[in-house]
């Protein structure tokens, strides 16, 4: 069965029972399972109807499977999503890239979408991605949304050869999304500090930097193209810029009015893509 995303009052009710809790280091250990888990929300008709155009496959990961869609032939070219999200997110674009003369993949990452599991994180993502470049072949280039972003480019310093990057909406560090998972859940200070400490535990002391687009942008020799909105309501403009400074071969495109998800729709940033994708 599918998560579906948390009501207001689901949040609200989970935010009560962390505050209330008499052992900081459990609630701590609640927190970090919930850093984890993925919710699906609802897929409009309309996201259906682009994505009945694909060809759909399943591949073969682990204990369970990886979902794709694909359209068009020629190039390979890859489309990521965020976090919470899915390849359909992804299908205007990869569309439009098909139309280009590519042939585009989108994919759903572990515990998004139509592929399996409840819960993944960071090291998950980068092995499917690692995975599908080793199914599939190499990839022209990369299209990412949100923290996709993140296992990306941890992928491409892991060996993996892209010659063309784009980043829609991407987060310059881990801590703002944490801050902003912490908030939501109104944890203590006691408890982030345990939280924290467990992430570090998991992942490395140098967690945070490892997994830095800020910090990885600066080992990027590919050019890049980072867009993002002025008005993005998760993730400020600011990261752009951040990154931007640290990516010595980025160029950057600014939008505004379309937040953080519909500017994945817009037609201009659509054609950007597209039109930087397929430049010499």
Request: proline share 2%; glycine share 8%; hydrophobic share 40%.
């Amino acid at each position: 069965m599918k998560n579906t995303a948390p009501s207001v009052n689901e949040f609200v009710t989970l935010s009560t029972q962390l505050i209330a809790e008499k052992d900081p280091g459990s609630a701590a250990a609640l927190a970090e399972q919930l850093w984890r888990t993925t919710y699906r929300s609802q897929i409009a008709d309309s996201e259906r109807a682009l994505l009945a155009s694909a060809h759909q496959e399943t591949l073969r990961y682990g204990s369970g499977v990886l979902n794709t869609y694909t359209w068009g032939t020629g190039t390979p070219v890859l489309l990521l999503h965020g976090w919470n999200g899915r390849a359909g997110q992804m299908a205007e674009i990869a569309i439009a890239m098909a139309e280009a003369g590519f042939k585009a993949t989108a994919l759903d990452f572990p515990a998004h979408g139509e592929s399996s599991g409840h819960e993944t994180d960071v090291l998950e993502m980068i092995s499917a991605i690692q995975h599908l470049n080793q199914v599939k072949g190499a990839f022209h280039s990369v299209i990412t949304h949100s923290f996709g972003s993140v296992g990306l480019l941890q992928a491409v310093l892991q060996g993996m050869r892209v010659d063309r990057v784009v980043c829609v909406s991407a987060p310059a560090d881990i801590e703002t999304l944490l801050d902003k998972f912490t908030s939501l859940l109104k944890l203590s200070d006691q408890v982030i500090s345990l939280l924290k400490k467990r992430l570090e535990k998991t992942y490395g002391v140098e967690f945070w930097r490892t997994y830095s687009v800020q910090e990885m942008s600066r080992q990027m020799t590919m050019p890049g193209l980072l867009i993002h909105d002025s008005d993005d309501e998760y993730i400020g403009i600011g990261h752009m810029f951040e990154i931007n400074a640290a990516w010595q071969a980025s160029d950057i495109l600014s939008t505004q009015g379309l937040g953080h998800n519909k500017i994945l729709n817009d037609p201009s940033v659509i054609r950007a893509i597209t039109q930087f994708c397929c430049a010499e």
